[in-house]
């Protein structure tokens, strides 16, 4: 069977292949079976089990000769190959490849395309699960049984028969939706092209976070420990606090004894907030509630501070902990298929959301970013294109007075609106730069800090309302957010229109304008489209999704282009160290001490350089490097173009 196998195998120049395991973790899951498709209604199936007790790894199959063939026939770039969801696989094959022969996929080596991403593009409100997208393209259909049994690694127990033709079913329309699927990206326009660059596309993006998974992300395990304690011992401090309050022990973590204990015990007053059954709620809004009423209450306090270290320990510090590889680096999963935009996220775990340095009580402060510390010899670069999706905007908008004060003169964006909607704002910069001018006196030092604060104030509340703004905010949800009456934001809109009128017609008319087609198309050729829909409250959404798409999908483009490029740099140079996380306009890379400042310029370069699809425009950065990731940007210094590179990095 096997001799016919690579007998059509090596005939074949494009084909399928996947893979069915018995976990969706590659860190414990075992490969049942390589599926492959060489040609419409015909698939081939090796399992690695025999018998009903599912002995996995059938010797007789995986001899070193077997594999040695599978890896070079994966490699032989002469060949195309289709893959569902393409990272997953290839990362079960990496670590099957690992442990069989001793080494690795080569992803450069791999002419592999991702069918997944391929759905995305042309349809981007379409369910990518591959048992839905098969029967829509093609005449292959699953059967309901086939489907269940492979949930919750429930497929381990299937038998052989039904394998092979669920498997089978995957393998034979992966191919035959890639085929379909990369005819209509062709003819749109969407492969490598003068509207789609080689750096933006989804391969070389897919081809990219491989490696950046498999580099993986440096974790210090003395300061993770250090971190550890220290949270731990809050949360047992915090907890008997709430035993001496209560007389009695009770499982803080448990919503029915906290819910016993808060209204039976402590009779705190019940409130309109109850939960899907009817009962007294315990969430954040009760907490909220409570607390405004009861300020200086020791329970609710320890309670408040509980919850706060308890959600940083079990997501920042035993979460990670469990993540750790053999190899004590966190090797998390990045996708860029999923994302109506193509901005890169990361899951498992997701280190787009470790937080940055926090007071939590006075004088105790948390930094997770530290426990990101390059091994001993090695520094840390990093690079942030901050603010880049308000300038993406600003550029849609074709407002030149907002574009010239952003590349021109170089200004900062929250700051810009800040002055236009707070009148006394440039007077408190104004004074605040000329007193430095002045003798120092007790008066007047405390006149330039309560400037400051004013200044700080009113920049967190522009900083609000742009956030919102460019997701499509109503003014009653801007009001809400900033504290403030409907007039107000009415007249900050003013403030803002006066100076900005083009960007404030923009953010007013570009989605009402996108609901006329039910299609926006950003420069690098990504659509979002949207159904017309009867319903005014769809409709309000659709628009909000419409302004925001243009910013976030350019700033995403722009930066994942810049990653692929960095990571170029890196190999075409030989270099040790690589990129090993993207939080949103954030690229953050390790590398040996004597390679920092060949990172540094890599960096620089790629992501300052001049973006023809937003008119040639570059985009100013934050850089810096450190022992850690929370150094690094405490050290940034800010870039606007190479020369100021060469300043002060030189």
């Given at each position: 069977r096997l001799e016919y196998f690579w007998k059509v195998a090596y005939e074949s120049k494009l084909y399928a292949l996947d893979t069915e395991g018995t976990s969706l973790d590659y860190r414990d899951n075992v490969i049942i079976s390589l599926n492959f498709s060489f040609a419409p209604k015909e698939a081939y199936v090796?399992?690695?089990?025999?018998?009903?007790?599912?002995?996995?790894e059938n010797k007789s199959t995986l001899n070193s000769h077997f594999v040695k063939q599978l890896w070079d026939?994966?490699?032989?770039?002469?060949?195309r190959v289709f893959f569902h969801n393409m990272k997953f696989d290839l990362r079960m094959l990496h670590e099957w490849f690992l442990r069989l022969l001793g080494?690795?996929?080569e992803i450069d080596k791999v002419h592999c395309y991702e069918t997944m991403g391929m759905v995305g593009l042309l349809d981007e409100n379409m369910s990518q699960r591959l048992k839905i997208v098969v029967p829509m393209h093609t005449d292959l259909r699953y059967s309901r049984d086939e489907v269940d049994d492979v949930k919750g690694g429930k497929i381990k127990k299937m038998p052989k028969k039904k394998l092979v033709n669920y498997a089978g079913i995957d393998a034979d329309g992966t191919r035959r939706i890639g085929i379909?699927?990369?005819?209509?990206m062709h003819d749109k326009g969407l492969w490598y092209g003068p509207y789609v660059g080689k750096d933006y596309s989804d391969m070389e993006v897919g081809k990219t976070l491989f490696k950046m998974e498999l580099f993986g992300a440096p974790i210090d395990r003395t300061k993770m420990a250090e971190i550890r304690h220290l949270v731990e011992g809050k949360l047992t401090g915090f907890e008997r606090t709430m035993w001496k309050e209560a007389r009695q022990k009770f499982n803080v973590r448990s919503t029915d004894q906290l819910r016993d204990i808060m209204y039976n015990v402590m009779q705190y007053p019940e409130t309109e907030i109850k939960t899907k059954g009817g009962k007294n709620s315990t969430d954040k809004n009760v907490m909220a509630l409570l607390m405004q009423e009861y300020t200086d209450d020791p329970f609710l306090i320890a309670l408040d501070y509980f919850r706060k270290y308890d959600s940083i320990y079990k997501t920042f510090v035993k979460g990670l902990q469990e993540r750790l590889g053999p190899d004590g680096r966190l090797h998390p999963d990045f996708g860029f298929t999923r994302t109506v935009s193509g901005r890169i996220v990361c899951y498992n775990p997701n280190l787009a959301n470790i937080p940055r340095a926090k007071e939590f009580e006075e004088g105790i402060f948390l930094t997770i970013r530290e426990m990101f510390a390059a091994r001993p010899g090695w520094r840390i670069v990093m690079a942030d294109a901050s603010q880049i999706e308000y300038k993406c905007a600003a550029i849609l908008s074709k407002d030149h007075k907002m574009i010239d004060d952003i590349f021109l003169h170089r200004q900062d964006f929250h700051d810009m609106i800040a002055r236009s909607a707070y009148p006394n704002y440039e007077k408190a910069e104004a004074f605040v730069k000329r007193s430095m001018q002045y003798t120092m006196t007790s008066e007047l030092e405390e006149r330039i800090a309560s400037a400051k604060i004013k200044l700080k104030d009113w920049r967190v509340d522009a900083k609000k309302f742009n956030f919102a703004s460019i997701f499509g905010a109503e003014v009653e949800t801007l009001a809400r957010q900033l504290g403030v009456s409907v007039e107000r934001v009415d007249e900050i809109i003013d403030g803002v229109e006066a100076r900005y009128p083009n960007f404030w017609n923009w953010i007013r008319n570009v989605g009402k304008e996108a609901l006329k087609t039910g299609e926006i198309i950003n420069r690098f050729q990504r659509h979002r489209r949207l159904p017309p829909t009867p319903d005014e409250r769809v409709t309000a959404e659709q628009e909000r999704k419409f302004m925001n798409f243009g910013p976030q999908s350019l700033a995403a483009y722009t930066e994942r282009?810049?990653?692929?490029?960095?990571?170029r740099g890196c190999e075409k140079e030989n270099m040790q160290g690589y990129p090993f996380n993207i939080v949103y306009d954030a690229i953050i890379a390790e590398c040996p001490e004597e390679e920092t400042q060949d990172m540094k310029i890599i960096m620089a370069e790629e992501m300052l350089r001049p973006v023809p699809e937003l008119d040639d425009r570059v985009f100013g950065i934050e850089m810096g490097e450190g022992d850690n990731w929370h150094?690094?940007?405490?050290?940034?210094?800010?870039?606007?173009?190479?020369d100021d590179f060469e300043k002060i990095f030189v």
């Open positions: 090796i399992t690695f089990y025999t018998g009903e007790n599912s002995e996995f026939f994966l490699h032989d770039g002469s060949r080494y690795g996929i379909k699927f990369a005819k209509e282009g810049a990653l692929v490029r960095i990571a150094s690094a940007e405490v050290n940034a210094k800010k870039l606007f173009t190479m």
